[in-house]
């Protein structure tokens, strides 16, 4: 099995209610799931393929809960890539020379057995961490803008972090809300609007996520 890992940021959203239902194994909101996840690799490899400084997205949408499967998935690759690293990242997003289950990209994959064809695009991804705002641009096919939850009351900003000591994403991240546009992809988000998003430091390797010591 080849070795692999990367560092980095994650930005996702999805159409459920903030918090994600699925982060506590419960079921979707309205029962079905759709989302686009941006990713950027601070540092990474793929064997002897250097991954740094690279960005990916991919668009997910399932029928139902996803662990009932029969859902699509498209990959989006920095256009920056050259053929090694294209080839190196889909492997990684696809579960490839990943464990069983050990990540959300084994698990999504498994559960998406439509997978369309793989785009190239510019993508960049920035989140500040004081203000909770954020933005994830996947050249034109999709943009991710994140901001707090509103307090229900006030409609301040409501920070909030959840644990997952044995997540297959992250072990901690922060919860927002978020809106996606889509455009001219094979998938087409609908219901992404002021819906659940996270922003996760990602430490993911073939095994799974890595814990802090």
């Known amino acids: 099995m080849t070795d692999w890992a990367i560092h ?33 690799i601070d ?4 064997g002897s393929v250097k991954l740094d400084g690279l960005y990916a997205a991919v668009l997910y949408k399932w029928p ?31 579960g490839k020379d990943t464990d069983e289950f050990a990540t959300m990209f ?10 369309h064809e793989t785009l190239s695009a510019k993508i960049s991804l ?6 909770g705002t954020g933005t994830a641009t996947v050249g034109s096919y999709a943009e991710t803008k994140v901001q707090p939850i509103p307090n229900i009351v ?13 997540g297959f994403e992250f072990s901690k991240a922060t919860m927002a809300c978020g809106t996606t546009q889509t455009r001219d992809a094979a ?3 609908e219901k992404n609007s002021g ?3 996270h922003i996760a430091e990602l430490h993911l390797t073939g095994r799974g996520v890595e814990r802090a010591a």
Request: hydrophobic fraction near 30%; charge should be negative; aromatic fraction near 6%.
């Open 8 to 40: 980095g940021q994650e930005i996702g959203n999805c159409n459920c209610n903030p918090g994600c239902p699925c982060q506590f194994s419960q079921l979707p909101t309205d029962g079905t799931c759709e989302a686009l996840l941006t990713y950027r």
């Open 43 to 46: 540092k990474g490899h793929y």
């Open 64 to 94: 139902g809960p996803v662990h009932e499967g029969n859902g699509q998935m498209q990959m989006i690759i920095d256009e920056r890539a050259t053929d090694e690293q294209r080839a190196a990242l889909e492997a990684i997003m696809t």
């Open 106 to 115: 084994s698990v999504f994959s498994l559960m998406s057995p439509t997978r």
């Open 126 to 131: 920035d989140y500040d961490a004081e203000s």
């Open 154 to 166: 006030s409609g301040d900003p409501h920070f909030i972090s959840i644990a997952l000591p044995n």
């Open 187 to 189: 998938i087409s988000l």
């Open 195 to 197: 819906t659940h998003a």
